[in-house]
């Protein structure tokens, strides 16, 4: 059965530690410039605010790791090549008409809703997005199912060129385990309370009541402006095989910034060769 927490329903674009901490200082700011609030939006943005202090602490603490280009484009590129090896083995499986591979199916629905548009986005956003998703794959123990179907050996290499890539990127120092980086447990509690402020938000908005929708637009037009940014027109990558498994649908937010709840995931953006991030 579906759930409809914050979690579920409002889609936000993909944000590395730096990203967070710069997106939720706007949406604070502007949110400080009211002369009042409605309840409900006060608490929660009390709630922001603390998980933003602790977000902000934590990055200021971590030992800063200088990057090395050459190495980051390598790394990033054989990150991506095992996504791209994980992706169009679970399609051959979703191409079978036998009962187990209805697992591989429902694997590539939720890890591949976007199919592999996630590996155009800059180095540190397509990391920070790489990282979710093999987390998710352990969580919902989706690493046995692959491992059951013979996949293990890419899921393998596809957990060491993410380690690399971290490690090139200056993320993670060598031999650290990614699941154990420091900043990922406040950036998680950071994103769980905007999505909390920007589910009251955007709840607070009336179509019969004026006051509300520019209250709304204002408080999240620090957001909206962030996914105009990452939305920008981009060079269409190359179509991948289309598989034939059940698919998620993925609402792309609107226009308004009041329309920032739907049940999907921006991941749109290019890797630019050469840039660092």
């Known amino acids: 059965m579906r759930s409809y927490s914050a979690q579920d329903i409002i889609a936000l674009p993909t944000l590395n530690t730096a990203a967070a901490v710069a997106l939720g200082q706007g949406l604070l700011t502007v949110a400080k410039?009211?002369?009042?609030?409605?309840?409900?939006?006060?608490?929660?943005?009390?709630?922001?605010?603390?998980?933003?202090?602790?977000?902000?602490?934590?990055?200021s603490q971590k030992p800063q790791i200088a990057a090395d280009p050459q190495r980051a484009r390598n790394a990033d590129l054989a990150e991506d090549q095992a996504w791209s090896a994980l992706h169009d083995w679970l399609v051959g499986w979703t191409k079978l008409p036998v009962p187990f591979a209805d697992q591989a199916r429902t694997i590539y629905a939720?890890?591949?809703?976007?199919?592999l548009k996630f590996t155009h986005l800059p180095y540190k956003s397509d990391w920070?997005?790489?990282?979710?998703?093999?987390?998710?794959?352990?969580?919902?123990?989706?690493?046995?199912?692959?491992?059951?179907?013979?996949?293990?050996?890419?899921?393998?290499?596809?957990?060491?060129?993410?380690?690399?890539?971290?490690?090139?990127?200056?993320?993670?120092?060598?031999?650290?385990?990614?699941?154990k980086i420091s900043l990922r447990e406040p950036l998680q509690a950071f994103t769980q309370a905007l999505r909390g402020y920007v589910l009251a938000v955007a709840a607070h908005a009336d179509p019969a009541d004026a006051a509300s929708i520019a209250?709304?637009?204002?408080?999240?037009?620090?957001?909206?402006?962030?996914?105009?940014?990452?939305?920008?027109?981009?060079?269409?990558?190359?179509?991948?095989?289309?598989?034939?498994?059940?698919?998620?649908?993925?609402?792309?937010?609107?226009?308004?910034?009041?329309?920032?709840?739907?049940?999907?995931?921006?991941?749109?953006?290019?890797?630019?060769?050469g840039t660092v991030h």
């Not at 410039?33 to 990055?59: C, F, M, V, Y």
């Not at 939720?110 to 199919?115: D, E, G, K, M």
Request: proline letters at 10%; charged letters at 15%; hydrophobic letters at 40%.
């Open 110 to 115: 939720v890890i591949f809703p976007l199919r």
């Open 215 to 273: 209250l709304t637009d204002a408080l999240l037009s620090p957001l909206q402006k962030w996914q105009s940014h990452i939305t920008a027109p981009t060079p269409t990558p190359t179509p991948e095989p289309e598989p034939a498994p059940t698919t998620l649908n993925v609402v792309t937010p609107g226009a308004s910034a009041a329309s920032v709840v739907s049940g999907g995931t921006s991941n749109n953006g290019q890797n630019p060769a």
């Open 33 to 59: 410039a009211q002369t009042s609030l409605p309840a409900l939006i006060a608490t929660r943005l009390t709630a922001l605010e603390g998980n933003h202090r602790a977000l902000h602490q934590a990055l």
């Open 128 to 179: 920070a997005e790489a990282d979710a998703k093999l987390s998710r794959i352990t969580r919902d123990a989706f690493d046995t199912e692959i491992e059951k179907l013979g996949g293990k050996p890419i899921l393998q290499q596809l957990r060491a060129a993410h380690q690399a890539h971290g490690q090139a990127l200056g993320i993670i120092v060598e031999g650290q385990d990614p699941s």
